[in-house]
């Protein structure tokens, strides 16, 4: 297994281009078998979960090519098998996407049901009720999700809680469902909305993008299209708290500010000098010093959850006292008592972290336990005194394309290590 070894104290900066968005890529990657021609797809990061999801496609039988420019071919016309084994879900919860769109298409789908993860129960009973809603037949067995439908219908789902791969689930199910499906509440989140334009631009029919009622009026077929998928926010925003952290000042280029509004307001209440173009974002934390800021993660387009173990150890090296609430996963704190082996100084009650700032992390040996709060911690490692070493480094490969090579280049002193 793979460690990251970093010595702090570097101040990071300079130009980075940001890589496809991770989350938007896997509903997209998993969309294109509701296609009856070939999809092509660019913009794609080089990610473990990328890897495995062309991996489940191929499994099921797609014919998957790679072309010169690097574009990512898929041609769904050859699936025939409906089935998601646990080995694939157990790596990635999102293979769960697979379920809407083979029933939608080929009307029947067995999915292994995932169980808990690192962050939290994560159960998927919003996809199951809205799925059974449009006349699917659903039954649990042996720990399998085993579906079956005709063609599914049209209905009115109003969703409990507002879920991001639940509410791209029933959108591609009802993109060739009989009739119109209105989901309401549902994720307003860019990467559900870049799934939207990639239906549509297949010939979907899905008014609403953006807004948390989605009106799809179900289509007899979707074609293949060549599609750009868009920029990652919580990759691009990491490498914005790496700067913040070091004093550093960064430019992130071929990233989408606007899907950023929210994280980048509390980067200037922490202190940034924050500049923003069409597709870039100046990150500049010369000779200021770090203010805490108080959080709460909430559904897009409020704080996202994603970014919240990052702005943590940010808060960790401020002066004063603040507060992080998690109100989405129950349990997305594991970085906090990694972070205290570093010397911060954070306190838990419940969904809230309190931090009071101290001068200085110092480094030492820690283990990741899932994608965000790994890179919580290379964020505190590039900052703390001496060295830090990260073990189980594999979580950060499924989110960060090149992410040692990345930090590296905007001045970081990190290398990966191979045990
Ligand atoms: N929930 C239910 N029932 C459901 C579905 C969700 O109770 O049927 C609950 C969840 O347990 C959670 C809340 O609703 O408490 C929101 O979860 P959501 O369904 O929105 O999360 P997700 O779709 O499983 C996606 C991202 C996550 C990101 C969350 C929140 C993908 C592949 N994953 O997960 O990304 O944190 O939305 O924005 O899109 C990451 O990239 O590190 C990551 C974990």
Same mark, same amino acid.
């Given at each position: 297994m793979d460690t990251l070894v970093i010595q702090g104290g570097a101040i990071l900066g300079g130009e980075l281009d940001i890589s496809g968005a991770k989350n938007a890529v896997l509903p997209i990657l998993v969309a294109s078998i509701l296609a009856d021609s070939t999809v092509t797809l660019t913009n794609? &990061?080089?990610?473990r979960d990328v890897t495995t999801s062309i991996e489940l496609l191929a499994t099921m039988g797609a014919g998957i090519t790679v072309d010169e420019k690097l574009a990512l071919e898929i041609d +769904? %016309? %050859? #699936?025939n098998l409906f089935e998601v084994p646990y080995e694939l879900v157990k790596t =990635?919860? @999102? *293979?769960?996407? #697979?379920l809407g769109p083979l029933l939608a298409r080929h009307g029947e789908a067995r999915v292994s049901l995932p169980g808990g993860c690192a962050i939290g129960s994560r159960p998927v009973n919003i996809h199951l009720d809205g799925l059974r809603a449009m006349g699917a037949d659903i039954k649990v067995e042996k720990g399998f999700i085993v579906a079956t439908a005709n063609r599914l219908k049209g209905a009115h789902i109003f969703m409990d809680m507002v879920t991001v791969t639940g509410t791209e689930n029933l959108m591609m199910a009802a993109a060739l469902a009989q009739g119109v499906t209105i989901l309401e509440n549902a994720a307003r989140e860019p990467e559900v909305s870049d799934l939207a334009h990639f239906l549509n631009a297949m010939g979907a029919q899905i008014e609403g993008?953006?807004? *948390?009622t989605l009106r799809i009026t179900g289509v007899e077929r979707l074609n293949g299209v060549a599609y750009r998928v868009i920029p990652d926010r919580i990759e691009a925003g990491t490498y914005l708290a790496a700067a913040a952290l070091t004093q550093g000042d960064v430019t992130l280029r071929q990233v989408d500010p606007g899907h950023l509004e929210a994280v980048l307001l509390k980067f200037e209440e922490a202190g940034a000098l924050i500049d923003t173009g069409h597709d870039w974002i100046r990150l500049d934390m010369r000779n200021r010093l770090l203010k805490p800021v108080n959080i709460v993660t909430m +559904?897009? &387009? @409020? /704080?996202p959850t994603d970014m919240q173990a990052q702005f943590l150890v940010m808060n960790t090296l401020a002066k004063g006292v603040s507060h992080v609430k998690e %109100?989405? /996963?129950?349990?997305? /704190? =594991?970085?906090v008592p990694e972070l205290v082996r570093m010397g911060a100084n954070i306190t838990i009650d419940g969904n809230v972290a309190m931090t009071q700032g101290v001068s200085k992390l110092i480094g030492t040996s820690v283990m990741a336990t899932d994608l965000r709060a790994s890179a919580s911690l290379i964020l505190a490692g590039l900052v703390a005194e001496g060295e830090t070493v990260i073990n189980r480094v594999y979580h950060i490969d499924r989110g960060y394309e090149r992410v040692e090579e990345k930090f590296h280049r905007m001045g970081a002193n990190i290398q990966r290590l191979a045990t």
């Open positions: 794609i &990061p080089h990610l +769904p %016309t %050859t #699936v =990635m919860r @999102a *293979s769960i996407l #697979v993008i953006g807004t *948390s +559904p897009y &387009p @409020a /704080f %109100t989405i /996963f129950e349990n997305r /704190f =594991m970085h």
